[in-house]
Each structure stands twice: as C-alpha cells, then as structure tokens.
C-alpha cells in the first residue's frame, strides 16, 4: 500500500504546484453550482484533470470520483476521491488556506461502506503536506501526527463550517450562535480537508460540519482518524453529507451530546 500512498504525495505535489501557479496568474469565477456562492474555477478543472489523467495512467483499473466532474467505474475495487482545489472560495481571494485533497478508498465509493486507505492533503500556499496510509499512523512531512488531549467543552477551540443554501446557513449559524458562549472559540477557515488535518494536528479540539460531499472529507478524515481522533457521522454512523464530527474520543462524545442538544441533528 506505501506504494499507492507514495503515488498520491507524487500526484498531490504536482497537482498542488499547479494550482499555486494558477493562483499567481490570476484567478476568475467559471461558473456557479449548488448556488451563487458555490463556484468553481477553471483551476479547480485543470487540477482535476491532472490529478485524474496521472492517477489513471498510473492505476488504470482503479475507480475516479472528482469534484468537478470525474466519475469512473474501476474494477479494482479500490476508488480514487479527489478534490482538485478543497476551498475555492480561499482560493479565489487568495486567501493562503486551500488544499489539493486525494483519498483512496476500498469498496463503492460511498463514504457510509466505503474503507479507506490512503489520504493526502496539501497546502499549496503553505507547503504543508498530510499524509495517512490505513494502519500506519498519520503525518505531517515526516512528523507524526496526534490529536490533542481531552479538555472540557469550555476549553474546547471548535471548527466549522456552513452549507451553500441560504435557509441552511441561516440554520447553522443559529446553532453556532448557541454553541459559541459553551466552548473555548469557534474557527470557520473554509477548507474542510484542513479543517480534519489540523484536529488530527491538535490545532483544533474538534470538528463538525454538515452537508459534505465525499471528496470534501476521503482524505482527510483517515488523517484524523489515524492520529487518534474519533470520526463519526450522525448519531454514531458513518461520516457521510449529514454529518461529521472529528476530536479525541472523550471530546467528540461531549460535542456530539450538546450539539445534539441544540437541535443540531435536526432536519433542515
């Protein structure tokens, strides 16, 4: 399997090298999605088209799932999940936290079944490179990674993050609202796969966001899972798009019951 992980760092280098050069050109809106403030750009495309012609060229029988497009049924059973540029609205106001984000996991790529193997997220702006292969810990360049210790709610720096939906946001930002005055701070840096890195870094307590999509969180969520962290969805499941939720274990239990209690589990 290092052989696989070795690839994605490979991949993810050349990729986030791109992205950076992109960024340093000049970066325009191509095109909205969900809603007006979902966006994409051209670099968001051209990146995934990197990542997917090497990973491909390389591992032919394997399955491609890609934020901006790529879906291919491998036969492999293993599935690459890949987010060409995780934070593109940081990435559009060249804000320096964004990241190229490859994960690959074992079986349909559904992050409720799905195993996962391999995680790499990179920051391009900063050079910072996470790295986790399943079973063999997690790392950021060649420093193994650990999630903090358990600390109270209320000394707890919590991240975040919101939906695209207008009404959904309106609903999240009541509940962090509620949240806010029971825990140390709230952070809301906008890349969800960096959000996981720095949990599984001990630079935040915890995690939780809503509304995810699979490539927002294949990587990611095995760094923080192999540094300690427990990673859950809603009530106790699978990370999926209801929920996810990252910290040490006696962390996430108490987070997961207060958000719970603020209705946050609730239907939108």
Known sequence: MTT??????????EAGALAAKRRSEGVEVAATKSTIVDIVTEADREVERLVIDRLSK??????MLGEEGAS?????????????????????YDIPHYAVSIGLVEGDPDPLTWVAKVGVVINPASGEI???????????????????????????LV??????????????????????????????LGTASLDLCFVADGRYNAYFERT???????????IAREAGARVIGMRGAAPSRELILAAHPEVAARLEALLDELGEFEDF
């Not at 291919?72 to 559009?92: C, E, F, Q």
């Not at 993050?161 to 029971?182: C, E, H, I, N």
């Open 4 to 13: 696989l992980l070795d690839l994605a760092i490979s991949v993810a280098l």
């Open 58 to 63: 390389a591992r032919p029988h394997d399955g």
């Open 72 to 92: 291919v049924t491998g036969t492999s059973g293993l599935t690459w999940v890949v987010d060409p540029i995780d934070g593109t609205v940081n990435y559009l």
């Open 130 to 156: 996470f790295t986790a292969e399943a079973g063999q810990g997690a790392y950021a360049g060649t420093r193994r990674l650990k999630v903090a210790d358990a600390v109270p709610l209320e000394q707890a």
């Open 159 to 188: 991240a975040t993050g919101f939906a695209y939906a207008a009404s959904t946001r309106a609903f999240q930002g009541d509940v962090v609202a509620r949240l806010l005055p029971q825990v140390r701070d709230i952070r809301r």
């Open 212 to 222: 995810l999509s699979p490539w927002d969180h294949a990587a990611g969520a095995l």
